[in-house]
Every structure is written in structure tokens, then in C-alpha cells.
């Protein structure tokens, strides 16, 4: 699962998660009815725009971060948030960094952030709230309860897109042995899976901003997200355009960045497969990927060897333990292990169609 939140701003955000110290610190400021305004990283570029204040270097604690926010200057806190090293600095940022900001206490954490690349958190004393600069990226930090609601109802409508999309998954499976598969229904397939995926991206975003509060939801996100990455994987492996120079963790990426407006159309699913129509009642037929990846212990190497020499998915299913055993590296064996896999498989996609 490919994450449009940015790595610096989830590791900014995982710093100020409920059971990390430095959230402790921050809610003991909110609490006193306190602002704060906290600069974590102590470089030299950060200390260049550092004036007046004075030099700590001590070890940091929720107790002192709080006893410190009652003086009006940023305290300066180490990259790892481990030791306090400035407090009651005034920040001199560039001026000419552009900033959306109004208050003075956050422009100065926007210019910073925006100029330095350092992750800035604010603690504002009027709204009571919490925000943190990365970059350009902006995040307000909510309230637990109102978190974990969200989260919530997030993972109630992944269970629902799941639900969808093992029947959908399922179709094609019955209709790949029999040969019957459209553009229309691998496209379908692929917009579940793009949807679930994008869900999860969002529930993973509440689990980061939860902290320790977040264990459960993540439990159950693991559980619902079970083999999707694996099928989107083997499905474009199974049916992308032919040109193999573009490589398939390009493809993949193709879809990734596609947007949820994207998604609805066909067109732009079939335009990032590559595939040479965007006629979606087109017959398209599978290599194969995906149900030998359903055969238990079979690597995959030995997997591309089949599909190399097959082709198709067609023809490995026609194909007898003699014609498998000539595959390199497969043996008489694990061809009849091979033979009996995809019969088995067969026989259960045309049972659940009928």
C-alpha cells in the first residue's frame, strides 16, 4: 500500500501520538491553559535563526517541556525528541517565505518549517488545539474520542468495499476458467482493490495519530487488508499490455497515483495497464499469475517459468504432468501437484458460479 502521506509528516505525526512523551508534554501545556511553539531539530541551519533564549541541553521530560512553555520564546528540541536543547528562543525565519498563516506564532512555524524542512509543532492557547508543520504539509491534531469515531467508521466501510470486492474477485476467478474474461472485468476488480486501498491509507493515518490508542483498529485493518496487495500485484502481473519494458512496479505506480476521480473512469485504469484498447467488452485473457499463486509452495520463480513457457492461463490449465514436468525446475511431483491445484481451483470457481 503505496501512502500519499508523506514519510516526514507520519514520523512527525508518531512523535506527537498519545503514549509518546512529547505528546505528554504538549497536553500537560494545554492543560495549564498555555501556547507553545516547538521546533524539533536542532541543527545548525535551526540554530542560525535562533536569537536570544538560553542554552539547555537537557534531557527532555513532559515536566520541563511544560515548565518551559510559561516563558513566550520556542523551545528547540532535539531531532529524536529526546533532550530539550534551547527554550525561550525567538525564531528569525526568512520573511520572504510565503505563509497562509495570520497569528504570529504560527507563521513563524510555517516560514520554519517550509525553509528548514524541520518538523514545527504549535500549541495554541486561544483554540486549544495542537498543529504540525512539515514542509509545505499543515495537520491539525483532533481529539482522541473524535479520532477514533473516525477511524471507526472508516473501518466499517473498508469491511463493506472488502465484502464487494472478494465476490468481484471471486467472478473473475470463475470467469478466467472459462475463459470469458473482458477488460470490463478486470477494470472492475481493480477499482475495488484501488478503493480498499485508499481506505486503508486513510485508517493507517488515524492509527498513527491514535499512537497506543490506535493497537485495535490497527489489528483489524491487518486482518481486512489480508492478501489485497498480493491480488492487485498478480492481477496486473496477469493482464498489463505486453510491453515489457516498462517495468510492472511502474504500472503499479500508475495506478497509485491515479485519483478517485480517475478511478470511475475505465479509460484511465485501462490507459495505466497499458493495454493496446479501451474497448472494455473485449475479451482479455489471463497469463496466469494469479491462480498459480493459489497452488500452496509454489515459488515464484517457478511460477514465471510456467508463465513463460505457457503464456496464457488457458493453456497451462490444458496443459498435462508431462508438459509441466519439462518446465524448468518443476519435477514430476510438484507438476502434479501443479495439475491438481488448478483442477481443484477449477472445480470450485464453476461450483460457486452455478
Known sequence: MQSRYGPELRAALAQVAPGRMLRDGIDRILQAGMGGLLVVGDGPDVLNICSGGF??????????????????????????????????????????????????????????????????VTVSQRMNTIS?????????????????????????????????????????????????????DVVNVLQRIEGVERIAEEIERYIIELGEEGRMVRLQLVELMGGVEHDRRHIVRDYRGDDRSVPLDSVLGALSALTTEDLIDPAELVNALRLPTAALDASVAPRGYRLLSRIPRLPDQITENIVARFGSLQKVMRATIDDLDDVEGVGATRAKAIKDGLSRLAESAILDRY
Open 132 to 184: 504540525v508543520y512539515v514542509g509545505d504539509d499543515k495537520h491539525e491534531i483532533e481529539p482522541i474520542p473524535r479520532v477514533v469515531n473516525r477511524a471507526n467508521q472508516a473501518i466499517s466501510t473498508l469491511e463493506r468495499y472488502r465484502n464487494r470486492l472478494d465476490v468481484d474477485a471471486g467472478s473473475l476467478s470463475q470467469l478466467e476458467v472459462e475463459d470469458l474474461v473482458t477488460i470490463r
Open 55 to 120: 542554552l539547555l541541553d537537557a534531557a527532555f521530560s513532559p515536566q520541563r517541556l511544560s515548565e518551559l512553555a510559561k516563558m513566550d520564546g520556542a523551545i528547540i528540541l532535539a531531532r529524536d525528541g529526546s533532550r530539550i536543547a534551547r527554550a525561550n528562543v525567538h525564531l528569525v525565519p526568512d520573511s520572504s517565505v510565503p505563509t497562509s498563516e495570520t497569528g504570529t506564532r504560527h507563521r513563524t512555524a510555517e516560514r520554519v518549517a517550509r525553509s528548514l524542512g524541520v518538523p514545527v
